[in-house]
C-alpha cells in the first residue's frame, strides 16, 4: 500500500488517495484522526484513481468509468458516469473556470462544475496523462507519452460539422460486392435496404464517417433489429461490422454514432436488409403442407369409413350366407322326408303302366309318373345343392351328344302344356357337343320351367339353338310376354333363393335360377358332326 495523492481543503483536513485501496481517506491535523470516507460508493471497479480541488472547494475523485464531487464540509457527494458505452479510466483532471477538464482511456471529457453535465469533447486520438490550465493566457496545456498539446477554453463552444455516416463496402460470404460480381444488389453507398437469398446469410459491413485526419474519429455503436437486444461497441481500431449465420427473415442494421453526451445519435444511419426464405419455407410451400396435412386427415378418415363399411358388408353377407344355410339344412332335411312316400308312388304306377290297356287311364298314370319323376329330380337338385354351392369349379364330366336332340326331348315334355305354345328351332339338324349333360340337363329344366310358370296363358315359348361358320353355340329361350321391369327382375345377378318382386302371385323357392348360375359352364367343345373339336364354350346369351 502507498500513497496515491495527497490533497488539503479550505478546512485544513488533507484528503489521501491510497493506491488500489476502497474509498479515500481524511486527516485531521489537530486532532490526528484518520476517517475512512465511501468506502462503499467507491471500490470494485470503481476504485479511485485521482483526486483534484477546484477553485470552489470541491474535491473532484475520479473512478473507473466517472467522476464523484465531494462536499469537504458536510461530506455530501454526487457522481456522474461518462456514457452507456464507454470503457474510461481516468488518467488526469484539471479546472478550468468553470468545468472541470477531463483526460479518458476514451478522449477527452468536460464537466460542468455546477451542473454535472458531461460531454465528450472529439478532439484528437491520442491520450493524455497530464493536464495542466495557466489561468493568465487561458492556456490548456495537454500532456501525452510523446509530446503535449495546448488547447483553450473556448474549443468547447465551437459547433463541429455532422458528418454522416456511410457504408463503403459490403461483403457477402466473404466476397466483396461491386458492379463487377453479377450480382443484382444495389450499391450499398446509394441504398437504403437489400433484398438477399437464404443462403446470402454471412454479412459483413465497412463503415466511414469521412473525418479530417487530424481530428478524432468519432465512437460507433450498431445494432441489427431482429437479432440483437443491446447495443454493440464497435472497437476504435475497426470498421467492420459482421455477422454470421443469419435466419430469413426481415432485419434493421442501426449505426449509430455516440454524443458528446455518451448516448447514441438521434439521427442513425438505417439499412433494411430481408433475406428471403428457401422455396420450402415460402408462403406458398407452407399451403401445400397445410393442404397435404387436411388431405391426409380426409384421407384417414375416409379410410376408415370405408373400411367400417366393408366390414358391415362382411358382416351382413355372412348374415345372408349363414340364413341361406339354414334354408338349404331346411330343405335338405324336408328332401329327405319326401324321398320315402314319394318313391311308394313311383314304384306302384311304373307296374300299373304297362297293365293298363285304356287310353285315357293310361294317359293319366303317364302325367302322374312324370310329375312324380319331376318332384324326385327336384329332391335330388336339393341334396345335390350344398355339394354343388360348396365346389363350383368341380371338374366336369364330359360326354359327346347331339343337342339338337338332347334339348328337344326335355322341351316337348313342356309342350303339352295347352294353355302356351312352343316353338323349338335350329339351323342344324344335329350339333354335337362335349357336354356334361347332368349339368345341362338342369340348366334347359330349369329354365323351361321357369317359362312356364311365370308365362301367362296365351303366351308363347320359343327354343332356339344356331351354330356359327366358326362352330360358336348360341342359344336363345324367349318368352312372348315378361314380368314386370327386367332390370329389377332379370338382373344376371342370382343370389340364393332369389325370386323376382314382379313375380306375382307365382310360388317358387329361387334354386332353379340359382343352379343355373352355378352350373352354366357345362360345355367343352361343340360341332355340326363328329369333325374335329374347334371352339370352347357356350355362350348365356
Known amino acids: 500500500m502507498f500513497i496515491n495523492q495527497i490533497v488539503p481543503d479550505a478546512e485544513g483536513n488533507v484528503w489521501v488517495l491510497l493506491y488500489n485501496s476502497k474509498g479515500i481517506d481524511k486527516i485531521n491535523p489537530r486532532t490526528q484522526q484518520v476517517t475512512k470516507l465511501f468506502a462503499e460508493e467507491l471500490s470494485g471497479e470503481k476504485g479511485p484513481n485521482y483526486l483534484l480541488r477546484d477553485e470552489d472547494g470541491m474535491l473532484w475523485v475520479g473512478f473507473h468509468g466517472g467522476v464523484m464531487r465531494i462536499n469537504p464540509q458536510d461530506s455530501g457527494q454526487q457522481s456522474i458516469t461518462f456514457g452507456s458505452f464507454s470503457n474510461n479510466e481516468i488518467l488526469s483532471m484539471t479546472s478550468v473556470k468553470e468545468h472541470i477538464w477531463i483526460s479518458t482511456t476514451n478522449g477527452l471529457w468536460i464537466v460542468d462544475r455546477k451542473t454535472m453535465d458531461a460531454r465528450q469533447q472529439n478532439m484528437t486520438d491520442k491520450r493524455f496523462t497530464s493536464l495542466f490550465f495557466d489561468p493568465k493566457d487561458e492556456n490548456i496545456y495537454l500532456g501525452g507519452a510523446d509530446g503535449f498539446g495546448i488547447s483553450r477554453p473556448d474549443i468547447q463552444a465551437m459547433n463541429q460539422p455532422e458528418r454522416p455516416i456511410l457504408l463503403t463496402a459490403l461483403y457477402i460470404n466473404n466476397q466483396l460486392m461491386s458492379p463487377h460480381t453479377g450480382e443484382s444488389i444495389p450499391n450499398i453507398r446509394y441504398t437504403n435496404s437489400i433484398e438477399l437469398a437464404y443462403n446470402q446469410n454471412n454479412l459483413a459491413f465497412e463503415l466511414s464517417d469521412l473525418p479530417i485526419r487530424w481530428k478524432k474519429k468519432h465512437e460507433f455503436v450498431y445494432r441489427l433489429e431482429g437479432m440483437d437486444k443491446e447495443w454493440n461497441f464497435l472497437k476504435s481500431n475497426t470498421n467492420r461490422i459482421t455477422y454470421s449465420n443469419l435466419n430469413y427473415g426481415d432485419y434493421q442494421l442501426i449505426i449509430s454514432k455516440v454524443e458528446k453526451s ?104 303317364e302325367e302322374v309318373q312324370r310329375n312324380a319323376m319331376k318332384i324326385n329330380s327336384l329332391i335330388h337338385q336339393v341334396l345335390n345343392f350344398n355339394r354343388i354351392e360348396d365346389n363350383e369349379d368341380s371338374l366336369l364330366i364330359l360326354s359327346r351328344i347331339e343337342l339338337v336332340s338332347f334339348s328337344h326331348s326335355l322341351f316337348s315334355v313342356y309342350e303339352e302344356d295347352k294353355r302356351l305354345t312352343f316353338l323349338f328351332e335350329t339351323n342344324k339338324a344335329k350339333i354335337y357337343a362335349d357336354m356334361d349333360a347332368i349339368k345341362l340337363g338342369v340348366i334347359l329344366d330349369s329354365l323351361l320351367s321357369n317359362a312356364v310358370k311365370f308365362t301367362p296363358d296365351g303366351g308363347s315359348i320359343r327354343l332356339s339353338l344356331f351354330l356359327s361358320r366358326r362352330n360358336r353355340l348360341s342359344g336363345y329361350l324367349c318368352i312372348g310376354h315378361r314380368i314386370g321391369n327386367p332390370a329389377a327382375g332379370h338382373s344376371l345377378h342370382l343370389p340364393t333363393f332369389f325370386q323376382s318382386p314382379h313375380s306375382g302371385n307365382k310360388e317358387g323357392t329361387g334354386i332353379g335360377l340359382y343352379l343355373v348360375k352355378l352350373t352354366q359352364n357345362c360345355t367343352a367343345d361343340t360341332s355340326p358332326a363328329s369333325p374335329p373339336k374347334k371352339e370352347k364354350g357356350l355362350p348365356s346369351d
Open 262 to 365: 455518451g448516448h447514441p445519435s438521434e439521427h442513425p444511419y438505417i439499412l433494411n436488409i430481408k433475406i428471403l426464405p428457401p422455396w420450402y419455407y415460402t408462403v406458398w410451400a407452407k399451403v401445400i403442407y397445410v393442404l397435404l396435412f387436411l388431405s391426409l386427415i380426409i384421407w384417414t378418415i375416409n379410410f376408415f369409413r370405408v373400411k367400417n363399411r366393408l366390414k358391415m358388408e362382411r358382416m351382413e353377407k355372412e348374415k345372408i350366407l349363414e340364413q341361406s344355410r339354414q334354408k338349404m339344412a331346411f330343405f335338405s332335411n324336408l328332401s329327405n322326408e319326401l324321398k320315402t312316400p314319394l318313391s311308394r308312388i313311383i314304384a306302384p304306377v311304373s307296374q300299373l303302366l304297362p297293365a293298363t290297356e285304356e287310353a285315357h287311364e293310361k294317359q293319366t298314370l
